[in-house]
């Protein structure tokens, strides 16, 4: 029963920083109709910036907190070149160019944090004074896990009044309705597109800093990301903040469910939430999405 | 006042609508034939001026080539997109290294059960077409891909990273494939009928059902045409034709290793039918030749693969999406179009 328990307060709290993982997905999708491939990229590229700025050095939490503010600024800056590089000129054509363009860039950040940091896999401890665990009513808890947890719910906290109260969420919800209503009453949506890319791109690279120290870093984060966040998506339903959570928690305890309890399918946790996703809804998910 | 039709997205880049007209069986019939006759000159010529070290290369050509001619189909006919059609070849590859070396089964037989086995790994992939569509199946390829990469280094029978050697080429119709000039012609052979199998099925009447899918699924529906199944069955037949290409691709190396089904190939597939023109038959076979000819000539400087794929992507996409085929066929109706001017203004 405790190990059960264990398992299940293990999968929420590793659960709330993939959630901005997949909300960064869903806030590009829901504005935009992109399913942005160069996502899981820039997760990777967060990573490695973490552990190029603190040189893979255990140092004091708030030097970490930095860091991660740091990174995750870095990542939107990546995020709004990637969009002005490749998505600004591809709206009004093809969707096709687009999902193409988004998927060019993620070989081509993979390509580029190879050239960089190489092929080897790095590793970045956490923050000193939270590598121990703490023992919770019987059940172990990393104090890391417990500290990412509680950061990246202050995250989502923020992403949610800022989708839901600022007039540039509002007019973010209005691009997303309906893209060409919302120019005629002199919303520039293009702006607000790179608006959406930037949030993303925070999301993905504060998240890629929080998990770095959680195992080897290596250009492969970036397709085991991406598929995660879209398996969170489909798990959660597609385009809502909500769903991401749900879909964030529902894997969270699967993977930690799995490892517990069927250990020879770890590595395999993603996939089964993905299959598990698609088989529990009823109806197509993303209908011609591109 | 007049009411134009709406025009599909997809109009410029991919092969055109249907029209509700097939070609005719001869005409059909003479392309098939231009088909063969063009594959086994270009492989006599290649034969004559090739080296064995440029054979082997060019073998790697024909392999891609009929990877990204089932691609072509995949995305260019039937509008379905994969990014994990490494999947398909790494399965391909795998299955016809299996019966090689535990049974025995050898040439085109063994090509067959690769492409069987892709075509199997295929439908049960392709069953989540009843859930997703677009670029959400394309994460699911995606997801699939990256499973098996993982299975081969779980399953012991598939011998993780060192993969299978010893996979032999055998023999085809009682001819010995032992020398690299026979495996050439073999490889060639293999490319012709694929083609002729893919060119086919795009001309008959499942081809146009599919098209009319790509370009209008609501329309298609109401005529009858089952959305899910057919796109269902162009994952298949692509499947297997990748399969096949997998398989082909363990009998020119020898070997089979897991890289085959690294990301980076679903990738570069992709590519090959890009920087060729998805619009047109002959595309990806142009594009897979400029893909690995390109490739020979950087592979001195830099095994990052990831970069230069993403890159070439990145550049046709935004610069010439419809390929060189594409702009190929753009000069020359350049050329054609002021010559003809030219002959009008003379005859004034």
């Known amino acids: 029963m405790i190990e059960f328990i264990g398992a299940l307060v293990s999968g929420a709290l590793t659960a709330v920083p993939i959630f901005l993982v997949a909300s960064g997905l869903t806030v590009v999708y829901g504005a935009l109709g992109v399913l942005n491939f160069a996502h899981g990229a820039v997760f990777m590229v967060g990573a490695f910036l973490t552990v190029q700025f603190l040189g893979g050095a255990a140092v004091a939490w708030t030097t970490y907190l930095v860091v991660v503010l740091a990174t995750a600024v870095a990542c939107a800056l990546l995020a709004v070149v990637v969009e002005l590089v490749a998505f600004r000129r591809l709206y009004r054509k093809e969707h096709l160019l687009g999902l193409l363009a988004s998927f060019a860039l993620l070989f081509v950040l993979q390509g580029a944090a190879q050239r960089i940091w190489g092929l080897a896999p790095r590793t970045q401890p956490a923050p000193r004074e939270l590598s121990g665990s703490v023992d919770v009513a019987g059940v172990v808890v990393s104090e890391y896990a417990l500290a990412t947890a509680t950061m990246s719910a202050v995250v989502g906290a923020v992403l949610w009044l800022l989708l839901r109260r600022s007039a540039v969420g509002k007019q973010l919800q209005a691009v997303a309705d309906d893209r060409e209503m919302a120019e005629a009453v002199g919303i520039r949506a293009d702006r607000v597109g790179m608006f959406a890319f930037a949030v993303s791109g925070f999301l993905a690279g504060a998240a890629g800093a929080m998990l770095a120290p959680q195992g080897a870093i290596d250009v492969g984060l970036s397709e085991r990301y991406l598929i995660l966040g879209f398996a969170i998506i489909i798990l959660g339903g597609v385009g809502s903040l909500r769903g991401a959570l749900f879909g964030a928690l529902g894997l969270g305890v699967l993977v930690s469910m799995l490892s517990s309890y069927a250990p020879t399918l770890v590595g395999f946790g993603t996939f089964v939430g993905l299959a598990a996703g698609l088989l529990l809804r009823r109806r197509a998910i993303v209908q011609e999405a591109t | ?348």
């Open chain 2, 1 to 348: 006042m007049t009411i134009t039709a709406r025009r599909p997205r997809t109009r410029s880049l991919l092969p055109p609508p249907s029209v509700g007209r097939l070609r005719s069986g001869r005409s059909v019939s003479l392309r098939l034939l231009a088909i063969v006759v063009a594959t086994l000159g270009g492989a006599a010529l290649i034969a004559g001026a090739a080296g064995s070290y440029s054979l082997f290369i060019w073998q790697l050509v024909v392999v891609y080539m009929l990877f990204a001619a089932s691609v072509n189909f995949l995305f260019g006919i039937a509008g379905v997109f994969s990014f994990g059609q490494a999947a398909v070849l790494g399965t391909g590859g795998y299955a016809t290294a299996l019966v090689s070396i535990h049974a025995g089964i050898e040439g085109p037989l063994a090509l067959l059960f690769g492409g069987l086995a892709a075509a199997a790994l295929s439908v049960v992939v392709g069953t989540a077409l009843n859930r997703v569509s677009g670029v959400a199946f394309a994460i699911v390829t995606l997801a699939a891909s990256e499973i098996l990469q993982q299975l081969t280094f779980r399953v012991p029978a598939l011998r993780g990273e060192d993969g299978l050697s010893g996979v032999a080429a055998g023999s085809a119709f009682g001819i010995a494939l032992d020398d690299p000039e026979r495996l050439w012609w073999y490889a060639a052979f293999v490319l012709a009928v694929g083609l002729v199998a893919l060119y086919w099925v795009q001309e008959s009447r499942l081809g146009h059902a599919l098209r009319s899918v790509r370009d209008d699924a609501e329309l298609a529906r109401s005529t009858g045409i089952g959305i899910v199944s057919a796109r269902l069955v162009a994952f298949v037949i692509a499947g297997f034709f990748g399969g096949v290409a997998g398989g082909l691709l363990a009998q020119v190396q020898l070997t089979i290793t897991p890289e085959v089904f690294h990301f980076s190939v679903s990738g570069l597939v992709v590519v090959m039918c890009l920087v060729g023109g998805l619009r047109w038959f002959v595309g990806p076979l142009i594009g897979a030749a400029a893909y690995i000819w390109a490739e020979q000539q950087i592979a001195g400087e830099s095994d990052n693969r990831l970069l230069y794929t993403g890159l070439a992507l990145l550049i046709v996409v935004l610069v010439a999406p419809d390929g060189l085929a594409g702009v190929t066929h753009r000069l020359f109706r350049r050329v054609v179009r002021g010559r003809e001017r030219k002959a009008v203004s003379d005859g004034d």
